[in-house]
Structure formats: C-alpha cells, structure tokens
Antibody, heavy 121, light 111 residues
Framework: QVTLKESGPALVKPTQTLTLTCSLFGFSVSTDLMRVNWIRQPPGKALEWLARIDWDDDKFYSTSLKTRLTISKDTSKNQVVLTMTNMDPVDTATYYC?????????????WGQGTLVTVSS | QSALTQPASVSGSPGQSITISCTGTSSDIGGYNYVSWYQQYPGKAPKLIIFDVSHRPSGASNRFSGSKSGNTASLTISGLQAEDEADYYCSSYRSTSTPYVFGTGTKVTVL
C-alpha cells in the first residue's frame, strides 16, 4: 500500500527555518518516474503547490517562494525533505506531501495526512 | 501566480446533479489535458477524484465526471448524496515557471 507521512515541528518562530520530512511507504523515491510534491493549505484557504522532486533529482519550485524553498531526498531513508527559510505568520498552514499521480502531470495521489505548522512568537 | 477560479459554493438536493466550474487560461487548462479534481472533507487531506480532465482513479465514485471546454474545466456530481458535502478543488499543469496551480475551492452543500 502506497502511503506518505509528514513530520516536523508544530510551532516555529518568525524568521526561523522550517524543516519538514515526508516518509514514503510502499514505493521508493528513486524508482523511475517517481515524483514527490509539497503542497500547503492555510487554515480556511485554498491549496498552494510548493515544490517537486523527481527520481532523477530534478527539482521544481513555486516561483513566488523559490528563494525560500529547498527540496531534497534521502534515498537511504526513503524520505523527501522540504526546508523553508525566514518563516512568517502568513506561512501558517497544513503542509502536505503527495506523490505525482501516474508518474507525470496528472495530479497528486496519494496525499499524506498533513502536518499543521503554526508560525508565532 | 493567479489561482484558477471556482465558485465559492454550490448546492443541490439529494439525487440532483451539480456542476462546478474551474476557469483558467490558455497557459494551463486551455493548453493541456492535465486537469485534476480533489475532494476534501474538513480536517482531512484532499483525495484525487478526477485526473487528466475526465479520468477516474480506481476507487473513485462513478457519480463524478469531468470535462473541459476551452479554458474552463468542469466537475459534475450526479445523484447527489449527503456524503458529497465537502470542499472541491481543481488543479492544472501550467506552462510557466510554477508548473502547477490550484483552484480557489468550492464548498458543496447538500440541502
């Protein structure tokens, strides 16, 4: 069964760096055509795509957040890591990781359960 | 990066059909057949219900159907049921430096 699970701090202070980990189960991030994405959702608001990393280590970022984001993978742990620098209260959101469906641009499936990150001093 | 435009809310009675629109541009919906739709219950992660405009993944109800015309995609829910009350989001691949964009979201209410 293919599942993903996010982990990371529930609370970070403004200006700090956030590090989130997505653990993958039932598939390997290094398998051909595997792609893993990070997506976030502020409370009561819409989804926002953040970043993607591919099996061959290609990386893609949201233009508006590109300078603050870094996505990477640890194949030995079968994990994908997202770091976001200079956190601000507007970054308060539930952060999800999700696999690219059908190996391409066909959407995201499945999703992890999400992890809520609150930015506050 | 502008989001795709969806109506804030749509409602219908049990058994009826409703349609949710998702409007983009020629750089996303109009240019590619990579529109997907998601159902999200409160406090839960989104679930893929339509991919590639009109295809249903395994396990998705056949009461969900998708289509596209020009720069607008649509999700139709037929035979509306109480369990369909949720938020729905569209998404599309986009030929800009940000490869994916989501819609503004639609709350479906079953009367």
């Amino acid at each position: 069964q293919v599942t993903l699970k996010e982990s990371g701090p529930a609370l970070v202070k403004p200006t700090q760096t956030l590090t989130l980990t997505c653990s993958l189960f039932g598939f390997s991030v290094s398998t051909d055509l595997m792609r893993v994405n990070w997506i976030r959702q502020p409370p009561g608001k819409a989804l926002e795509w953040l970043a993607r990393i591919d099996w061959d280590d290609d990386k893609f970022y949201s233009t508006s957040l590109k300078t603050r984001l870094t996505i990477s993978k640890d194949t030995s742990k079968n994990q994908v890591v997202l770091t976001m620098t200079n956190m601000d209260p507007v970054d308060t959101a539930t952060y999800y990781c999700a696999r690219s469906a059908y190996g391409g641009n066909s959407g995201f499936d499945p999703w992890g359960q999400g992890t809520l990150v609150t930015v506050s001093s | 990066q502008s989001a795709l435009t969806q109506p804030a809310s749509v409602s219908g009675s049990p058994g009826q059909s409703i349609t949710i629109s998702c409007t983009g541009t020629s750089s996303d919906i109009g240019g590619y057949n990579y529109v997907s739709w998601y159902q999200q219950y409160p406090g839960k992660a989104p679930k893929l219900i339509i991919f590639d405009v009109s295809h249903r993944p395994s396990g998705a109800s056949n009461r969900f159907s998708g289509s596209k015309s020009g720069n607008t995609a649509s999700l139709t829910i037929s035979g509306l049921q109480a369990e369909d009350e949720a938020d729905y989001y569209c998404s599309s691949y986009r030929s800009t430096s940000t490869p994916y964009v989501f819609g503004t979201g639609t709350k479906v209410t079953v009367l």
